[in-house]
């Protein structure tokens, strides 16, 4: 978030971070402890990097497992991190599946504060709705 520049996929972590920090950008630990995701951070790697985690993914609605956004919350609430939501909507029915609702903001440090402030919502994308995603990656690889 916040980024100038676009920060190449395929580099290492610490590499992306680098990039990422060095821009004044926000690192968001995205879909944290998912067992489904192979980008998943897990506990691990996110205790190794958690003095660079600037927010926290609490909820994402494509998550199967709920225990991995209870997890997600208790490690952001032990680190006192803002929380956020993420619908990763693979269609247009599911934009909006998961969201922050926070006061207005009108840069990096004052969108961090509105974050703080901020409430999740959201509901779980339908198991349809992922078979469908994961079957037209099959079919169009």
């Known amino acids: 978030m916040f980024l100038q520049e676009r920060v190449p996929s395929g580099l290492s972590m610490q590499d992306s971070i680098r990039r990422i920090k060095a821009q004044g950008g926000l690192l968001c630990a995205q879909h944290p402890f998912d067992k489904f995701r192979a980008d998943a951070l897990k506990a691990e790697v996110l205790d190794r ?21 209870q997890q997600a919350r208790a490690f952001a ?17 599911e934009i909006g599946n998961a969201y922050v609702e926070l006061p207005e903001f ?7 504060q509105s974050l703080a402030a901020g409430k999740v919502y959201g509901h779980r994308t339908n198991l349809l709705s992922r078979l469908s995603s994961m079957w037209a990656r099959i079919t169009n690889s």
């Not at 990097?49 to 956004?69: A, G, K, M, T, W």
């Open 77 to 93: 609430n032990a680190h006192k991190l803002p929380c956020t939501a993420g619908s990763d909507a693979h269609a247009g029915y």
């Open 49 to 69: 990097i958690v003095d660079q985690i600037d927010l926290v993914e609490v909820f994402n609605s494509r998550n199967p497992l709920l225990r991995s956004s």
């Open 106 to 112: 009108t840069g990096r440090d004052d969108f961090l």
